[in-house]
């Protein structure tokens, strides 16, 4: 068989006057990116120039390529094609022979390769990046599994735009908890492009040059290398002619022409984190922000967008401009979202349809010119029908801040890339922290549902102070880096201050059970507490225990009087207590008798709540007394008379100690009080 090559350089690499046909590299193979040889190899084997690097056909003037080669299969000598050619393709070519040995044996005749058979049925094209990974290539094989699956319709809200506000989450305990749709935008307050508003638009308003993330829907993978005006000539393109199924979900317009024509609805600038809480000195050009608000999405016919929950478990508004969507929802309950966790970022996600793992799965279409809020935490994959074009945002708030904070778990043990996560959310949550901590310190109330989430908020931070306290030195850098320095000055204090001042403002006092939260083995700021003496109402924590907040607690000012009674001090070790312990006992003697002096102190705690059928009402009375007697001298330890009559001493002095710490910012867990002290009263009405 005749063998060619294509070579550069003709001592590139040193050729024996004869070639083995079994050699390891095909003569027919290019050669035109040959490795040059490493010094040991030019060592051994050098090239030098012979005979064999010179075609024996050539003259100067002949034109055409130099660089291919091939061999006469009868003398086995190496000619330039172009000088010893007949002009044919060289690939085609099985056996040929030199002008000299042909006419020194007639006989020989060059012959051609048989071609290949060639069928005229129309093949599939192979996606083999894909293949070799594993990953189905089909873009539409989910559509065709639904189709056998049990899909409920949805019974989510349709509400009006001009009910969708801060007083709707405020007066209805649903609200935020499941997806709603707004089928006409009059009344939400936002503002969008005209209906008219294309693709080609979205590209001249941002720029042609601008870099976007286009997911190649087969395999739900990032295609690289795609600009804004790229994907406007494919997204124009006609359907039959798209060489893929594309989609995007990710162009970010904040600082752009375009954002100046879009504004989130009314609820959702009341809520979001970053409107709100995010300095608005550090926001803008040349900042470094969360910029998530304004989105543009824009899929054509048949895209499908796999199940997923929006980074950080933020809320999501999403207007259709034109098109049409259609959403495949699951509730995030504990077990939804511990299966939603098994199948992220597994195999499982490739080739198993999430919907046969959780309890059930929803279905909402939404059509040109509806709004849907899908609250925090809804796992969802979407279907797009007709190519269509899409504004949205994402947005954090203080109504379910332990989901927010539960995906956050899910992301960090799927190994969520950084890229994919909410930016700077760390950062972000130490400004909302260090503002409800000045508001609480102000005495600004907030609802019971707000004040529960502030709890998540606050364990979050305490355990992020704990990473810059006892963590290893990556933790503690990282933690320390997430800090805003411009508002937070001391971190684990600013943190465990907030969490003290969330309970008291939830009402948490010495009869709660600490908003349901089981107590560390008594423990009290690192230290082994006390037990509680006999006689005491003590909190008995219970498992899945979660008590009934108060509305409303009042806590009245602060009562004090002192008098003078003439009394003999205690003197006797027996009956002394017995004596003592009767409160309503008058202690009034004569005159000649020992006087002393007491200070007395009242504290009236009103607490008010509704029921399903009234209202309940507790009143907590503190009383306490100190009673000291004017010249009695010191006795030996123990004697009575050493002892300062004080009912509620320990508890009063757990009182005091709330109001030091409180100046200092620490938690305080306040002690039992004995049942002779308090007087409560429960009203139903």
């Known amino acids: 068989m005749a063998r060619s090559r294509r070579r550069i350089t003709r001592l590139a690499t040193q050729k024996s006057p004869e070639r083995s046909p079994s050699s390891s590299r095909s003569s027919l193979t290019p050669m035109e990116d040959e490795p040059e040889p490493t010094q040991a190899e030019s060592a051994d084997s050098a090239p030098t120039k012979t005979n064999e690097d010179v075609c024996p056909s050539c003259r100067e003037g002949v034109q055409g390529e130099k660089s291919s080669w091939i061999r006469c299969d009868a003398c086995k000598t190496w000619f330039h094609w172009a000088c010893a050619g007949d002009g044919s393709d060289l690939e085609l070519i099985n056996k040929w022979f030199c002008e000299p040995c042909m006419i020194e044996k007639p006989s020989r005749a ?27 290539s089909d873009p539409s094989r989910w559509l065709r599994v639904i189709q056998s699956k049990p899909i409920k319709d949805d019974n989510f809200k349709r509400m009006k735009g001009a009910d969708v506000g801060l007083e709707w989450l405020e007066n209805d305990e649903t609200a935020m908890r499941e997806p709603i749709v707004v089928e006409n935008p009059e009344g939400l307050r936002m503002k969008m492009p005209p209906p008219e508003f294309s693709v080609q638009d979205v590209a001249d308003e941002v720029g042609h040059e601008t870099p976007v993330e286009v997911i190649d829907v087969a395999t739900q993978s990032n295609s690289p290398g795609w600009t804004l005006g790229r994907w406007a000539e494919y997204y124009n393109t006609e359907p039959a002619k798209r060489d893929k199924i594309r989609n995007v979900i990710s162009l970010e317009i904040s600082g752009t022409k375009l954002a100046d024509q879009v504004l989130p609805p009314r609820l959702v600038r009341e809520l979001d984190w970053v409107e709100k809480f995010w300095p608005s000195t550090r926001k803008g050009k040349g900042h470094a922000y969360p910029k998530v608000q304004l989105y543009c999405l824009m899929g054509v016919a048949s895209a499908w967008t796999d199940w997923h929950v929006d980074f950080a478990g933020s809320s999501v508004y999403y207007h259709i401009l034109r098109g049409c969507k259609v959403f495949y929802f699951i509730r995030p309950t ?17 080739n198993v349809w999430l919907g046969d793992m959780v309890d059930e799965v929803v279905k909402v279409t939404l059509h040109a010119g509806n709004t849907m809020i899908i609250p925090t935490g809804w796992i969802h994959a979407v279907h797009t029908p007709v190519d269509s074009l899409v504004f949205g945002g994402n947005f954090l708030h203080s109504y379910n801040i332990a989901t927010q904070l539960k995906v956050i778990d899910i992301e960090k043990a799927t190994h969520v890339p950084k890229k994919f996560r909410f930016p700077l959310f760390v950062k972000l949550c130490w400004y909302v922290g260090d503002k409800y901590l000045r508001d609480l310190k102000s005495k600004e109330e907030f609802p019971p549902r707000v004040l529960e989430s502030l709890e998540a908020l606050a364990r979050f931070l305490v355990s992020e102070s704990q990473a810059m306290e006892r963590g290893m030195e990556v933790a503690k850098r990282e933690a320390k880096e997430n800090v805003p320095g411009d508002r937070v000055k001391d971190a684990p ?11 008291l403002a939830a009402g948490a006092t010495s009869d709660d059970e600490d908003l349901g939260r089981p107590v560390k083995k008594n423990m009290v700021n690192g230290h082994k507490r006390k037990r509680s003496p006999a006689g005491t109402t003590v909190g008995v924590q219970f498992r899945n225990f979660q008590p009934k907040g108060w509305d409303v607690v009042n806590e009245l000012p602060r009562e004090s009087d002192e008098r003078v009674v003439n009394v003999h001090p205690p003197n006797t070790v027996d009956m002394w207590e017995r004596e003592w312990t009767e409160w309503n006992k008058e202690f009034e003697g004569q005159e000649q008798e020992e006087q002393a002096i007491v200070e007395k102190t009242r504290d009236v705690i009103i607490k008010v709540r509704k029921t399903e059928d009234g209202v309940e009402r507790q009143r907590i009375e503190r009383v306490m007394e100190r009673w000291v007697w004017k010249g009695v001298p010191s006795k030996a330890e123990g004697d009575p008379q050493d002892v300062e009559m004080k009912p509620m001493e320990d508890e009063f002095a757990g009182s005091e100690e709330v109001t030091k710490e409180e100046e200092q910012g620490a938690e305080v867990l306040v002690t039992a009080v004995p049942l002779e002290t308090t007087q409560a009263m429960e009203v139903n009405t």
């Open 110 to 136: 060059m012959t051609l390769k048989v071609p290949a058979r060639k069928s005229s049925r129309k093949r599939t094209q192979l996606d083999y990046a894909s293949l070799n990974a594993g990953v189905e």
């Open 334 to 350: 504990p077990s939804n979202l511990q299966a939603y966790e098994r199948w992220s970022g597994t195999e499982m996600q490739s």
């Open 493 to 503: 204090a600013m943190a465990r201050e907030l969490r003290w001042r969330v309970r």
